[in-house]
């Protein structure tokens, strides 16, 4: 899960525009493909489920899944070794001053969104939910 610092004030507009063009660009390069790393061969597997940036707009961290959730630590590695690499490409299609470094983080809200859906089939939930609709 995304975890966001309660002090820090909501991203902007420009934060959320840079961050899902951001986004699309890390889409493009793992599609694309073109890696020498052996760990990355697969990455056109690899899900960019979101991508928050800072305000100064020269740090971003991309959360990433790879399908199926398999070799998840391996893959976070690689996409973190090759981060020069992403950086390189999407500098030229982004019309910003600094080019942001990006950091991979494995997106832990499939992983709570199931936490969740579990907490809600057990029993005694299901009876709570039942009284109120009632």
């Known amino acids: 899960m995304r975890k966001t610092r309660t002090n820090r004030t909501p991203p902007g507009q420009r934060q959320l525009r840079v961050a899902e063009q951001i986004r699309h660009l890390l889409v493009e390069t ?25 305000p100064d707009l020269k ?17 976070l590695e690689a996409l973190n070794r090759s981060a020069g690499y992403f950086r390189s490409e999407i500098a030229p299609k982004m019309d910003l001053r600094y080019i ?35």
Request: negative net charge; hydrophobic residues 35%.
């Open 30 to 54: 793992l599609h694309r493909g073109s890696f020498h790393d052996p760990a990355l061969m697969e990455a056109h597997r690899v899900t960019v489920t979101a991508v928050e940036i800072g």
């Open 100 to 134: 942001p470094r990006v950091a991979f983080k494995i997106d832990q809200s499939f992983d709570e969104a199931e936490r969740i859906e579990n907490l809600l089939k057990q029993e005694r939930v299901r009876r709570d939910i039942e009284k109120k609709e009632e």
């Open 59 to 75: 740090n971003a961290t991309a959360y990433v899944m790879p399908l199926g959730g398999k070799d998840t630590e391996e893959t």
